[in-house]
């Protein structure tokens, strides 16, 4: 699509277009960071390429509605603006529907970000737990090394 091309009510349908896929994109990304399968590892790479494409569209959409809308305006404003223009209701309608869509986005990725940290923070605790035992020996400063504590499972 070539967003150079589009008028202002075919930027805002695109962009709700988008703003919906990337909702989809998102609840994938979401599904597989819940999964703890080698598989879910291909499906979370897939989602995050998707995302990166559909974030894109989605930032190139929003340059060439703020081309068409000049200055930058907020919600009352734009609204205003977009009453100016032929076809007045169905944009405001549309432009509505887009802030929402905005809202779930931003609170879906807070979500999927959430899921991140927890799979972060369960990946150190194993390396921790993977880690080897701190040597009995004392350093030149007469302390032990610091090294990160890690659970002994078996010894030798």
């Not at 734009?78 to 809202?103: D, K, M, V, Y």
């Amino acid at each position: 699509m070539n967003e150079s091309s589009l008028n202002l009510a075919e930027v805002i349908d695109a962009q709700i277009r988008c703003a919906e896929d990337l909702i989809t994109i998102l609840e994938q990304e979401q599904a597989a960071l819940s999964e703890r399968s080698p598989e879910s590892l291909d499906a979370l790479e897939a989602a995050c390429s998707a995302k990166s494409a559909a974030a894109q569209q989605l930032q190139r959409l929003g340059d060439r509605l703020q081309i068409l809308a000049g200055p930058r305006r907020s919600g009352a404003e734009f609204e205003a603006w977009l009453a100016q223009h032929h076809g007045a209701e169905a944009l405001i309608a549309a432009w509505r529907q887009l802030t929402t869509l905005a809202r779930s986005l931003s609170d879906a990725n807070r979500r999927n970000g959430a899921l991140l940290d927890v799979r972060e923070q369960q990946v150190r605790g194993a390396l921790i737990a993977m880690a080897p035992e701190a040597p009995a020996t004392y350093g030149r400063s007469g302390l032990r090394p610091s090294l990160p504590q890690g659970r002994v499972f078996s010894r030798a």
